[in-house]
């Protein structure tokens, strides 16, 4: 008897395990997308990005050389994927009766473009990269890293745009506020301050565009 339960009880448990993939929270949905980008949901398998996708939470999403995607989230917030980009939906929590909750995306390679919804109006939306934590409010920006922006590691640099709104960039080097559309913050590694605010051209806008 006491085999049978434990049988039982491995059998519903792998169950489970098998479908928790399907049953991860859905954050968003892809609404554009150009070959090729992949998706992992977490526990699931690679795939390719499709529109109208769900996008989950903790899911990874990776654009080729070639692809790029747009996601809008539950509150109305939007993250245009560049080519050869690798980041992480890591955290997202919304409720839409009081409009409060909380995003992180963590970006390790590439770039994105974030255009704000209602966490964003609240100051909830943190982008992570490897050289820096940058706060988000009421804003749209530009964020890239790589190994192309100057940098004192392999891990290469960060580089924020400001295209709107009061962003704020910290690591362990210090903290440093860009309040002005236009203005651009290149910072090298973790342990290093950001640099100053820097205005770039119009054509330099277009191009991260």
Do not use: C
């Not at 790029?68 to 997202?92: C, K």
């Not at 690591?171 to 950001?194: C, D, E, K, L, S």
């Amino acid at each position: 008897m006491v085999g049978k339960f434990k049988s039982i009880i491995l059998t519903l448990a792998t169950v489970l395990a098998v479908a928790a993939p399907a049953m991860a929270q859905q954050v968003g949905t892809a609404t554009a997308v150009n070959p090729a980008t992949e998706s992992t949901p977490p526990g699931g398998s690679t795939t390719m990005l499709t529109v109208g996708a769900r996008v989950v939470h903790k899911e990874r999403i990776h654009s080729s050389p070639t692809g790029s995607v747009q996601l809008l989230f539950l509150d109305r917030s939007t993250l245009n994927i560049a080519p050869n980009t690798s980041l992480v939906i890591d955290e997202f929590v919304y409720d839409p009766a009081s409009n409060s909750g909380h995003m992180l995306t963590k970006l390790t390679q590439g770039t994105l473009q974030y255009i704000g919804g209602q966490l964003s109006h609240q100051g909830a939306v943190t982008i992570e990269t490897p050289a820096a934590v940058i706060g988000i409010r009421g804003a749209t920006l530009n964020v890239s890293h790589g190994d192309n922006i100057a940098s004192g590691n392999a891990g290469g640099g960060t580089q924020v745009l400001s295209q709107y709104g009061q962003i704020t960039i910290t690591n362990a080097g210090g903290t440093i506020t860009i309040t002005r559309p236009g203005f651009m913050v290149t910072i090298t590694n973790w342990n290093t301050p950001p640099g100053q605010p820097v205005q770039v051209t119009a054509a330099q806008i277009a191009q991260y565009i």
